[in-house]
């Protein structure tokens, strides 16, 4: 029978400032995977968690997120200093983007 890995074998490519839409899928499997998801969906701390563990766990995530990002990428995000807030940033920065992107060439004869 085959066993699920959760460990090293799972990689998400460093994001470089295109393919948005793919790089944030990938970042939100890995991070469902890690059993971090709700770091990006939630800005407070949820009900359950001891009172330094969300900080505890915001950090990791943030941390995880900033080294799946090349250098020019980093520089976008780099005065977040919440997991939250770096998400948000990265969604109002890239989806728009991808949506003028893509709106764009939906409109070329």
């Not at 994001?15 to 971090?36: A, E, H, P, R, T």
Request: hydrophobic letters at 35%; a negative charge.
């Amino acid at each position: 029978m085959a066993s699920i890995s959760t460990s090293s074998e799972m990689s998400v490519r460093k994001f470089d400032g295109s393919n948005f839409n793919f790089w944030k899928k990938q970042m939100q499997y890995y991070l469902i995977v890690k059993g971090q998801i709700d770091l990006i969906e939630t800005e407070n701390p949820l009900e359950g968690y001891k009172p330094n563990e969300w900080q505890k766990q915001d950090r990791i995530v943030h941390t995880m997120i900033q080294m799946h990002l090349l250098r020019s990428v980093y520089f976008t995000v780099l005065s977040c200093s919440a997991t939250f807030e770096l998400w948000k940033t990265f969604l109002d920065t890239y989806e728009y983007i991808y949506i003028c992107h893509e709106h764009r060439l939906e409109f070329e004869p």
